[in-house]
């Protein structure tokens, strides 16, 4: 718990230092959504290690790599609108997007984004609830067909 709060001020110290950019002044909405987004890496995660599992190590770069595929559809560094139409379709699907677009809201001082946050949080429950089930079945299959193909 103390690397994670160490790591998140200084993460949000270098935002300010770099972009002026106070998130702060989220407040306590912050908390709900860096939940969110935690789920969204347990699903990630649990998509992976599926993979990893059955597919072996090989196939382990691809665990590191998933968020960062990730990132340019999840409206990390720009809003949606300036995505392509294409993309912005599979953006919509990311509930770290949804993340992104509610804290980019309260930092203009828009209106609390409930319904950004709900459907963050809906979506990483339905993708949670089939990463684990994905999983479980990749686990299965491995182990049917053995384990030793760990290396």
Known sequence: MLKNV???VVGMGT??????LNLFRVGWMLLPFLFAL???GWFIGFSSAALIVYF??????????????LAPFSAVYYPVDALPVWAQKVSFCLPMTYVFD???Q?????????????????????YLA????FFAWMFEKSRNRGL???D
Do not use: K
């Open 106 to 126: 309260i930092l203009r001082e828009g209106p609390t984004p409930w319904l950004a946050l709900g459907m963050a949080l809906g979506l990483n429950v339905l």
């Open 38 to 40: 935690l789920m969204s």
């Open 56 to 69: 072996g190590r090989r196939l382990q770069g691809l665990a590191w790599m998933l968020g960062f595929l």
């Open 15 to 20: 935002v300010w230092i770099l972009y002026r």
């Open 6 to 8: 160490l790591t998140l």
């Open 148 to 150: 030793a193909r760990m």
């Open 102 to 104: 509610g804290m980019r």
């Open 130 to 133: 089939a990463s684990v089930a």
